[in-house]
């Protein structure tokens, strides 16, 4: 028997070469019903597997090798999804963020809240895309902080009083639900649910997949027992939903990496590990430099950085706040989730000192993909060696964009630049085609390898696809 999934198929992207394409296929059903039926173009039906169950759903995973081509399928039970696995020659890769909004309406119309997925969808049509890459904040979950009556009590409760809370079965229950089911809703949405079944992907998270700034909250918030039980949930999800997987990533704070014919991504987790004080713990350090450093095949590498690493001064907002406004947390929490802040130089450092040793001594071309600051704007860093690091920022295909005031704002911190590695300055530039450095529209990334150039184009909400950048 055929059943309709609440959600997915959705395909991660494992592993990837000249003649296969390796992927996990997501599927979420009401629970006591049959196992689905998942195969390749032509193959037999794969093995299934309860990836996890819970509140009457089900999450199953199946595990396909396509082979590369430029158009190939899989199917499940009698639907069948094309997709292109070819990522050989002229590559097509998609780059999203953002995708909802710290106060999402229900009631906040599907076409107009996914116009962008709809024309990405429309994209991908025309030129198929071969990976789909997801820069952070994938889902707002923020509302999981009115799941239960306790929960919401904890948070308007005074910071001093937040750990003194207990964290209950029926706090965690319902808060899990909750999150499902936000989970099942936005990934049954038309046009999201078209990119998903048909694009393998990469994701990495940022705050508003747990809570808005968590990571950036002071210690008696983010390490009470409430703080800590919402994101044991936010993880779970974050693993089934944006990994495919059961489990968490080990060692606890590494991040993600596929290698593919002529690139590499590389995603550094920002988020599992991050206080105000540090960004990223030992174990994420020494993941990100080692798999790094493996990387010796002169192939262009994408870093997805969830936070902007490339941006203007805003050591200096941060000064004035912290002086003259200390306790406004909206702003304190949002500054301190830069690499910017006074509080993560070291490791911005180190971070920039990384790219630079890829670039200048081990001939590794780089470029930096990042979103969370709802505009668009591009940076770059010019190396002593004469090269330049391209950063790209998207962001958000659906949140609704902030007021010119804001990208204002911003370029005017901007003018001030930034060189916090000395002899290698920053500069924030417009997106191709663009007066200003920072564009308050809805927009996503189209990033394309034709031959050995690689070119990336912003499609912005109101004015359309910019002129392509090249990146080599």
């Known amino acids: 028997m055929t059943r309709t999934p609440l959600a997915g198929p959705i395909l991660f992207a494992r ?58 399928s899989y199917r499940v039970d009698e639907t069948s999804y094309q997709v292109c696995t070819d990522l050989t020659g002229d590559a097509n890769i998609a780059y999203v963020s ?24 429309r994209d ?29 009590e904890w948070e308007e409760a005074e910071p001093e009083g937040k750990s003194t809370f207990e964290w209950t079965h029926d706090m965690q229950q319902q808060a899990e639900k909750h999150l499902l089911n936000r989970y099942i809703d936005l990934y049954a ?26 990571g950036s909250h002071p210690a008696p918030k983010q390490n009470s027992p409430v703080g800590q039980g919402l994101f044991e949930i936010a993880q779970r999800m974050f693993n089934l939903f944006q990994r495919g997987a059961a ?63 490339l941006g203007p001064r805003l050591s200096w907002v941060e000064f004035m706040i912290d002086t003259f406004w200390p306790g406004v947390n909206q702003y304190e929490d949002d500054l301190r989730d830069q690499w910017q802040s006074r509080a993560h130089r070291e490791e911005w450092k180190r971070f920039l000192g990384i790219m630079v040793r890829e670039v200048e001594q081990n001939d ?59 002899g290698y300055p920053i500069t924030i530039r417009p997106p191709a085609g663009q007066r200003n450095r920072y564009v308050s529209q809805r927009n996503y990334l189209r990033i394309r390898r034709r031959g050995e150039d690689w070119t990336a ?7 359309g696809s910019s002129p392509p950048l090249a990146l080599s």
């Open 15 to 72: 592993d990837v070469d000249s003649v296969r394409y390796q992927i996990s296929v997501i599927l979420v059903h009401e629970d006591g019903g049959p196992l689905p039926e998942i195969a390749a173009e032509g193959g037999d039906p794969a093995q299934v597997e309860i990836l996890w169950s819970g509140h009457g759903r089900v999450i199953y995973r199946a595990d396909l090798t396509l082979p590369v081509a430029s158009q190939t």
């Open 98 to 121: 953002c995708n909802g909004e710290e106060d999402e309406d229900a009631d906040w119309p599907v076409e107009h809240r996914d116009a962008l997925w709809s024309r990405l969808a």
């Open 124 to 152: 991908h049509e025309a030129t198929p895309f071969g990976l789909f890459l997801h820069g952070g904040d994938q889902i707002y979950a923020d509302d999981i902080l009115a799941s239960h009556p306790k929960i919401v």
């Open 189 to 214: 949405h038309p046009a999201i649910a078209h990119m998903l079944a048909r694009v393998p992907s990469v994701m990495m998270w940022d705050d508003h997949d747990i809570f808005d700034g968590y």
């Open 247 to 309: 489990d968490n990533i080990a060692p606890v704070g590494a991040g993600v990496k596929l290698d593919a014919p002529g690139f590499s991504v590389i995603a550094p987790d920002l988020r599992t590990a991050r206080t105000p004080e540090r960004v990223m713990n030992d174990a994420g350090w020494e993941w990100f430099d080692q798999v790094m450093l493996k990387r010796r095949d002169g192939n262009h590498c994408l870093v997805m950085s969830s936070v902007p690493a």
């Open 364 to 422: 590794q071309p780089v470029t930096l993909l990042s979103g969370e600051i709802h505009v668009a704007t591009r940076a770059t860093m010019k190396l002593k060696s004469g090269s330049v690091i391209h950063q790209l920022v998207s962001s958000g295909i659906s949140h609704t964009p902030p007021g010119t005031g804001y990208a204002r704002t911003l370029g005017a911190l901007a003018i001030f630049g930034e060189d916090p590695l000395s």
């Open 457 to 463: 184009e912003w499609e912005f909400e109101d004015d």
